[in-house]
């Protein structure tokens, strides 16, 4: 992943739209911004430290940039471990996954243990002896392959390479769909699963997910010492230093539209800022579709109208605002509980 630079390529023009369009929405690049900076550096810090098991809970609203943190984390945590990657090969330092939604009841955590023994080079795990077993397997002559790994063997084996492959991070991309459809019982029981895969790895997990993710703050991880929230924030319309940096942010994106004249849409920051509530992500992909727009209809540049045709409906930001003022606040409470400053009106808050 690339930071960003203000010129484009010279023979852009003479592309396709449809690779025009690509060089715009490229997630391979990132821009530099004042929070994403934030975040990484404290995250960098602690994943390359080596110095003990955590959990760290990387939250913020939808759309605020949290899938391109994790890659430029990805690829900040590789190039600081490359020397020791020379020396042992075997080393795989970073496993990022997305947790996936699941329509049941219950998470499954078998399918989250795959999808990680998958990323740790396992990729025949269910066709691997069960040692549980191996007497029933000595009788019958033959080894227990062919069926499905039962839970608890995969667990043991996600452990087992762990140990092995010695990563400095596991990143959980979507972490809040493992407790979407939680019960406050099940919440505790889940607690109880990822603190017993900490202390069992001695592994960074980083878990990446809307503020949905604070209810894990429900159970035992709450009191356990090990695990820290990192906040990723929207920028804020009323705050001076966050207005400057979001039309600093614009004025970027803008010298990235691949159209022959370059759009003023500093001009038009507010309106920008309104359709995006302030979340880098929410930007890029809405100007994303404008850009597409404009390239469809043979535009020299982008104007107010393909924005306009192309953003969020009014009552869709404002119910974005209204979730992520109350993820603000639950963000706030904890860490003023954490740092005992727990204020009175937030206490008064609590339900």
Same mark, same amino acid.
């Given at each position: 992943?690339?930071?960003?630079?203000?010129q484009l390529p010279s023979?852009?023009?003479?592309?396709?739209?449809?690779?025009?369009?690509?060089?715009?929405?490229?997630?391979?690049?990132?821009?530099?911004?004042?929070?994403?900076?934030?975040? #990484?550096? #404290?995250?960098?810090?602690?994943?390359c430290s080596r110095s !003990?098991?955590?959990?760290?809970? #990387?939250?913020?609203?939808?759309?605020?940039?949290?899938?391109?943190?994790?890659?430029?984390?990805?690829?900040?945590?590789?190039?600081?471990?490359?020397?020791? &990657?020379?020396?042992?090969?075997?080393?795989?330092?970073?496993?990022?996954?997305?947790?996936?939604?699941?329509?049941?009841?219950?998470?499954?955590?078998?399918?989250?243990?795959?999808?990680?023994?998958?990323?740790?080079?396992?990729? *025949?795990?269910?066709?691997?002896?069960?040692?549980?077993?191996?007497?029933?397997?000595?009788?019958?002559?033959?080894?227990?392959?062919?069926?499905?790994?039962?839970?608890?063997?995969?667990?043991?084996?996600?452990?087992?390479?762990?140990?092995?492959?010695?990563?400095?991070?596991?990143?959980?991309?979507?972490?809040?769909?493992?407790?979407?459809?939680?019960?406050?019982?099940?919440?505790?029981? *889940?607690?109880?699963?990822?603190?017993?895969?900490?202390?069992?790895?001695?592994?960074?997990? #980083?878990?990446?997910?809307?503020?949905?993710?604070?209810?894990?703050?429900?159970?035992?991880?709450?009191?356990?010492?090990?695990?820290?929230?990192?906040?990723?924030?929207?920028?804020?319309?009323?705050?001076?230093?966050?207005?400057?940096?979001?039309?600093?942010?614009?004025?970027?994106?803008?010298?990235?539209?691949?159209?022959?004249?370059?759009?003023?849409?500093?001009?038009?920051?507010?309106?920008? *800022?309104?359709?995006?509530?302030?979340?880098?992500?929410? &930007?890029?992909?809405?100007?994303?579709?404008?850009?597409?727009?404009? &390239?469809?209809?043979?535009?020299?540049?982008?104007?107010?109208?393909?924005?306009?045709?192309?953003?969020?409906?009014?009552?869709?930001? !404002?119910?974005?605002?209204?979730?992520?003022?109350?993820?603000?606040?639950?963000?706030?409470?904890?860490?003023?509980?954490?740092?005992?400053?727990?204020?009175?009106?937030? !206490?008064?808050?609590?339900?």
């Amino acid at each position: 992943m690339e930071l960003h630079t203000d010129q484009l390529p010279s023979d852009l023009f003479e592309q396709s739209n449809q690779q025009r369009l690509d060089f715009f929405k490229n997630d391979q690049y990132a821009i530099s911004h004042r929070n994403l900076d934030q975040a #990484v550096n #404290v995250l960098l810090q602690r994943a390359c430290s080596r110095s !003990q098991s955590e959990l760290i809970l #990387v939250v913020g609203p939808s759309g605020v940039g949290k899938s391109i943190l994790l890659r430029l984390l990805e690829n900040l945590v590789i190039r600081e471990v490359l020397p020791e &990657l020379i020396h042992n090969p075997g080393l795989i330092p970073f496993i990022n996954i997305e947790a996936m939604a699941t329509g049941q009841g219950k998470f499954m955590w078998d399918g989250l243990y795959r999808q990680i023994l998958v990323a740790l080079g396992e990729l *025949y795990i269910d066709q691997k002896i069960d040692y549980g077993t191996i007497q029933d397997s000595l009788k019958r002559k033959k080894p227990s392959s062919g069926k499905r790994a039962s839970e608890i063997t995969l667990l043991n084996a996600l452990l087992t390479s762990l140990s092995h492959r010695k990563p400095y991070v596991v990143a959980i991309d979507e972490m809040q769909h493992i407790i979407r459809t939680a019960s406050s019982s099940t919440l505790e029981d *889940y607690g109880e699963r990822i603190k017993f895969l900490m202390e069992g790895s001695q592994v960074v997990w #980083v878990g990446f997910g809307t503020y949905q993710l604070l209810r894990l703050l429900n159970s035992d991880l709450r009191s356990s010492g090990i695990t820290k929230i990192i906040h990723f924030p929207r920028y804020h319309y009323e705050v001076e230093q966050d207005a400057q940096e979001f039309q600093r942010i614009l004025s970027i994106f803008q010298s990235r539209v691949p159209l022959p004249e370059t759009p003023s849409l500093c001009e038009c920051w507010e309106f920008c *800022y309104e359709r995006s509530i302030g979340c880098v992500g929410i &930007l890029k992909g809405w100007l994303t579709q404008a850009v597409a727009l404009a &390239l469809e209809e043979t535009a020299n540049t982008l104007s107010i109208s393909h924005l306009e045709r192309t953003a969020k409906l009014t009552f869709e930001c !404002q119910q974005m605002v209204k979730d992520g003022i109350e993820g603000e606040a639950r963000v706030a409470e904890y860490l003023a509980e954490q740092s005992g400053l727990f204020p009175d009106y937030l !206490q008064g808050n609590e339900e």
